[in-house]
Protein backbone atom coordinates (compact mmCIF):
# COMPACT_ATOMS: atom_id res chain seq x y z
CA UNK A 1 0.00 0.00 0.00
CA UNK A 2 1.34 3.78 -0.72
CA UNK A 3 0.42 6.38 1.73
CA UNK A 4 1.04 9.46 0.57
CA UNK A 5 0.40 12.13 3.03
CA UNK A 6 -1.05 15.42 1.97
CA UNK A 7 -0.83 17.59 5.12
CA UNK A 8 -2.53 20.65 4.64
CA UNK A 9 -0.83 21.48 1.53
CA UNK A 10 -3.03 21.20 -1.59
CA UNK A 11 -1.11 24.07 -3.25
CA UNK A 12 1.96 22.29 -3.20
CA UNK A 13 0.89 19.38 -4.87
CA UNK A 14 1.01 17.77 -8.19
CA UNK A 15 -2.48 17.64 -10.60
CA UNK A 16 -1.58 13.33 -10.16
CA UNK A 17 -1.37 14.01 -6.64
CA UNK A 18 -4.34 16.33 -6.40
CA UNK A 19 -7.12 13.64 -8.17
CA UNK A 20 -5.84 11.29 -5.21
CA UNK A 21 -5.50 13.23 -1.76
CA UNK A 22 -8.60 13.40 0.22
CA UNK A 23 -8.90 17.07 0.57
CA UNK A 24 -10.79 18.36 3.81
CA UNK A 25 -12.97 21.26 3.74
CA UNK A 26 -14.88 22.11 7.62
CA UNK A 27 -14.66 24.92 9.47
CA UNK A 28 -11.10 26.29 11.28
CA UNK A 29 -12.79 26.83 14.65
CA UNK A 30 -15.95 24.45 16.46
CA UNK A 31 -17.65 24.89 19.67
CA UNK A 32 -17.04 21.66 21.83
CA UNK A 33 -19.78 19.20 21.78
CA UNK A 34 -21.19 20.24 18.70
CA UNK A 35 -22.04 18.72 15.32
CA UNK A 36 -20.81 20.46 12.09
CA UNK A 37 -20.08 20.04 8.34
CA UNK A 38 -17.07 18.11 6.89
CA UNK A 39 -16.75 17.65 3.04
CA UNK A 40 -14.21 15.17 1.80
CA UNK A 41 -13.32 15.38 -1.62
CA UNK A 42 -10.48 15.19 -3.96
CA UNK A 43 -8.61 18.85 -4.78
CA UNK A 44 -9.02 18.25 -8.47
CA UNK A 45 -11.68 15.08 -10.44
CA UNK A 46 -10.18 11.85 -10.17
CA UNK A 47 -11.53 9.77 -13.36
CA UNK A 48 -14.25 7.12 -11.84
CA UNK A 49 -14.37 4.43 -14.89
CA UNK A 50 -14.06 0.86 -14.98
CA UNK A 51 -10.12 0.40 -14.59
CA UNK A 52 -9.31 3.47 -12.29
CA UNK A 53 -11.46 5.03 -9.73
CA UNK A 54 -12.06 5.87 -6.17
CA UNK A 55 -12.83 3.02 -4.17
CA UNK A 56 -13.44 4.13 -0.82
CA UNK A 57 -12.68 7.29 1.58
CA UNK A 58 -12.35 7.21 5.74
CA UNK A 59 -12.64 9.57 8.15
CA UNK A 60 -10.58 9.69 11.65
CA UNK A 61 -10.54 11.81 14.33
CA UNK A 62 -7.44 11.49 16.41
CA UNK A 63 -7.36 7.65 16.10
CA UNK A 64 -11.06 7.19 15.93
CA UNK A 65 -12.75 5.68 13.36
CA UNK A 66 -15.56 7.68 12.65
CA UNK A 67 -16.87 6.61 8.78
CA UNK A 68 -16.34 4.99 5.68
CA UNK A 69 -17.73 5.61 2.61
CA UNK A 70 -17.83 3.03 -0.18
CA UNK A 71 -17.80 3.86 -4.07
CA UNK A 72 -18.17 2.98 -7.56
CA UNK A 73 -16.97 3.95 -10.59
CA UNK A 74 -20.23 5.54 -11.29
CA UNK A 75 -20.43 7.88 -8.15
CA UNK A 76 -18.77 10.88 -7.45
CA UNK A 77 -15.67 10.70 -4.84
CA UNK A 78 -17.33 13.33 -2.43
CA UNK A 79 -18.54 13.06 0.90
CA UNK A 80 -20.14 15.22 3.54
CA UNK A 81 -20.49 14.21 6.93
CA UNK A 82 -22.13 15.46 10.29
CA UNK A 83 -19.16 15.09 12.91
CA UNK A 84 -19.89 16.06 16.69
CA UNK A 85 -16.51 17.81 17.81
CA UNK A 86 -15.17 16.47 21.06
CA UNK A 87 -15.82 18.15 24.25
CA UNK A 88 -14.38 20.36 26.50
CA UNK A 89 -10.52 20.05 28.05
CA UNK A 90 -9.35 20.00 24.52
CA UNK A 91 -7.74 22.72 22.48
CA UNK A 92 -7.35 21.31 19.43
CA UNK A 93 -8.21 17.86 17.72
CA UNK A 94 -7.46 16.35 13.78
CA UNK A 95 -9.22 14.92 11.64
CA UNK A 96 -7.89 12.04 8.66
CA UNK A 97 -9.06 11.27 5.56
CA UNK A 98 -7.83 8.06 4.11
CA UNK A 99 -8.61 7.56 0.23
CA UNK A 100 -8.40 4.53 -1.97
CA UNK A 101 -7.78 4.66 -4.93
CA UNK A 102 -7.91 1.23 -7.29
CA UNK A 103 -4.82 1.54 -9.04
CA UNK A 104 -2.76 4.12 -7.09
CA UNK A 105 -3.18 2.74 -3.36
CA UNK A 106 -3.84 4.58 -0.15
CA UNK A 107 -4.02 8.38 0.29
CA UNK A 108 -4.10 10.47 3.82
CA UNK A 109 -4.68 14.32 4.57
CA UNK A 110 -5.06 15.85 8.25
CA UNK A 111 -6.29 19.11 9.28
CA UNK A 112 -6.11 20.30 12.44
CA UNK A 113 -9.19 22.07 14.16
CA UNK A 114 -9.26 24.13 17.00
CA UNK A 115 -11.91 24.31 19.62
CA UNK A 116 -13.79 27.42 20.84
Known amino acids: ?8 RMKEETDFEK ?3 PFIECPE ?3 ADEYFEVKIS ?3 PHPMEDGHFIQWIE ?12 FTQFMK ?3 KLMVK ?8 FT ?3 LMRCNLHGIWEYEKEIKLE
Open 1 to 8: MNYFCGIN
Open 19 to 21: KHT
Open 29 to 31: VVK
Open 42 to 44: TGI
Open 59 to 70: LFMGDIYLARVD
Open 77 to 79: PEV
Open 85 to 92: APSKGHDK
Open 95 to 97: LKA
